[in-house]
């Protein structure tokens, strides 16, 4: 395998302006997984319940997302509710059901162990090392967190830091994890903690990455037209590892050009709900995507 | 002369975390006068009081700033004083001297009635109007506001919109403006009002440009070590301005050009209090700010 994502795998009811979704496939690693598939072999490292629908582990597989380190619980698949505001900046949660989630204990199958690149997606920091553990020689190492893990189980937090290559969080994260308002000194920060590379998730502002020494600043695609923001951080880190994962050198270059995969396929993510919008994708899909971006957000090379 | 600015020139006293300064020489126009000047003749278009020092008038005509268009009138000059908290992300006020600004009657001197552009830096929208009768033929009228012209003077400013070519506002203002949270929909919105393009100010994001067809999104600087914020939006205006004077035809690369110029500016603004980091602005020292730039925002031509 290429990449392996340990995350969630959760059926969402969400309404936001455009409309409203019942018991939705969703999940950080569905997401991930989703995005990453586009570029590269994907593996999900779950739990779902009894309840999960045979259509959804179907359709992952039709999708070539291997499942086999998903395990199945007696109980009910992790189920969220929350809904959106007039300007989608922010998930308002209704009702948190963690069921099987409780009980995760990530395993992850033989055809897994030797993934690339490993997403550790935002769940427990105690999880997360404990599905590290379980790679044989990952070369590449990213986690996502949030608000939660980083008031509520710091220490764990950071020592998971310690293990991991690339750190995501958006911009409300990097300052509560640091303390410092000001994001370019925040990010100078996380790689005081361990992390070789930190990218901070702006959403409409786009992204921008630090390696210590370099900055990428990279704008968003403008967009009207968001019908649910769930997952737009999710699939673009699932995209940024599914890029690196196929490439065998891993220069600035290429860093920069999985961070542009992540805007843009984040750019898909929004405009329907669930994994809709990301179930079409394809290269020449982004290749396309990719251009028109470049009209908006090129610089000319010299003044 | 090629550029006019219509605006305050101000005695500050400002506080951020990163000293104070008293009386210190700022106001729309001296900021944006300061930044036009690097590349266009300019001429401010205010109003002083007795007390204002003339060392900073000598100052500015050190600086090729055109002056005959400042009044001075008995009494003090404008005085603004404020702070800002740790992540210097909003300025909050803490008396507002207005003084001779009261009796401002914008009054455009003989040499600055063919200027080509026309800069309306926030001032009341009646003003600016009485100013742009004055030209003989402007070719360009750029316009900035605030939220308390918005919020209190809101005939009076889409009167003032009908006239004017290009709107620069910070992404609160646009909000405000049009009551529309989504950025690329507001920006939609105020081309309906008359400008033919917009731009949005977005701090620590950059900014964006839509001219009701194409965008145009540029990231900002990244910077660590701001010093006083105050100015940054004004000097973004008057680069924008300056530049655009000096180019002959206007296409859209020459107004994205204009744009990045903005940004680089505000980007030394910042680093130092008052007009102090302006001081040195040459196209020199920009071209190399820029290659620094590139190196940051620089996207891949083709995936």
């Known amino acids: 395998m290429s990449v392996a994502i340990i995350g969630t795998v959760a059926l969402d009811s969400i309404e936001t302006p455009k409309g409203a979704q019942f018991r939705t496939l969703g999940g950080s690693a569905a997401y991930a997984g989703m995005a990453s598939r586009v570029f590269s072999p994907t593996a999900l490292v779950s739990v779902v319940g009894?309840?999960?629908?045979?259509?959804?582990?179907?359709?992952?597989?039709?999708?070539?997302?291997?499942?086999?380190?998903?395990?199945?619980?007696?109980?009910?698949?992790?189920?969220?509710?929350?809904?959106?505001?007039?300007?989608?900046?922010?998930?308002?949660?209704?009702?948190?059901?963690?069921?099987?989630?409780?009980?995760?204990?990530?395993?992850?199958?033989?055809?897994?162990?030797?993934?690339?690149?490993?997403?550790?997606?935002?769940?427990?920091?105690?999880?997360?090392?404990?599905?590290?553990?379980?790679?044989?020689?990952?070369?590449?190492?990213?986690?996502?967190?949030?608000?939660?893990?980083?008031?509520?189980?710091?220490?764990?937090?950071?020592?998971?830091?310690?293990?991991?290559?690339?750190?995501?969080?958006?911009?409300?994260?990097?300052?509560?994890?640091?303390?410092?308002?000001?994001?370019?000194?925040?990010?100078?920060?996380?790689?005081?903690?361990?992390?070789?590379?930190?990218?901070?998730?702006?959403?409409?502002?786009?992204a921008i990455m630090f390696d210590g020494k370099t900055h990428f600043a990279c704008p968003a695609v403008p967009l009207s037209d968001l019908v649910d923001p769930t997952g737009a951080g999710d699939s673009f880190a699932g995209a940024f590892c599914g890029y690196l994962a196929r490439e065998t050198v891993w220069d600035e270059s290429v860093f920069r050009r999985a961070v542009l995969m992540g805007v843009l396929v984040s750019s898909f993510t929004v405009r329907d709900f669930s994994i809709g919008a990301l179930k079409p994708l394809s290269e020449s899909v982004l290749r396309q995507a990719y251009a028109d971006y470049y009209a908006v957000s090129g610089l000319p090379a010299h003044f």
Do not use: C
């Open 50 to 206: 009894a309840d999960f629908p045979d259509e959804h582990m179907t359709y992952f597989q039709e999708k070539q997302l291997d499942t086999s380190s998903i395990t199945v619980l007696p109980g009910e698949t992790f189920h969220w509710k929350g809904y959106y505001k007039q300007d989608m900046a922010q998930a308002f949660t209704v009702q948190t059901d963690l069921n099987v989630l409780m009980a995760f204990d990530p395993v992850v199958s033989e055809q897994a162990r030797d993934s690339r690149v490993v997403f550790l997606a935002n769940i427990d920091p105690v999880l997360q090392q404990k599905a590290i553990a379980q790679f044989s020689r990952p070369e590449l190492i990213v986690m996502d967190s949030m608000n939660y893990w980083i008031e509520s189980h710091l220490g764990n937090l950071k020592d998971t830091l310690k293990l991991v290559d690339v750190l995501i969080l958006n911009d409300q994260e990097i300052r509560l994890l640091t303390g410092v308002s000001n994001l370019i000194q925040a990010m100078n920060t996380v790689v005081e903690m361990g992390p070789k590379r930190v990218i901070v998730k702006k959403g409409e502002h786009g």
